[in-house]
Nanobody, 126 residues
């Protein structure tokens, strides 16, 4: 069982920055692909960024490339999402996810990521 706890959301003006953190309670953190998803009101949940320690793969949604950066600290079993140049359309609830499969994390398998955090609200004002 993996427990994920997000933090760092809040209200920020357009053009500002936020850093989200996701602390994972798992002994083999580096064996998991980690990802950030978001869901805006009335929209489906979408992948924002994903990282796989094994192989060093990283994936970003086109809408956040060049603005968001995913990183992880295996010693702290924590994954981060640095969000710069925020736009009002980035407003959403952001969820952290963990799965042993990077393919599952980035939507290349029929399965959904196995473990999810409770979500943290990010609101970007114009």
């Amino acid at each position: 069982q993996v427990q994920l706890v997000e933090s760092g959301g809040g209200l920020v003006q357009a053009g500002g920055s936020l850093r989200l953190s996701c602390a994972a309670s798992v002994r083999t953190f580096n064996a998991y692909a980690m990802g950030w998803f978001r869901q805006a009101p009335g929209k489906e949940r979408e992948l924002v960024a994903a990282n796989n320690w094994i192989g060093g793969s990283t994936e970003y949604a086109d809408s956040v490339k060049g603005r968001f950066t995913i990183s992880r600290d295996n010693a702290k079993t924590t994954v981060y999402l640095q969000m710069n140049s925020l736009k009002p359309e980035d407003t959403a609830v952001y969820y952290c996810a963990a799965d042993p499969s990077f393919a599952t994390m980035i939507g290349e398998s029929p399965s959904k990521p196995r473990y999810w955090g409770q979500g943290t609200q990010v609101t970007v004002s114009s």
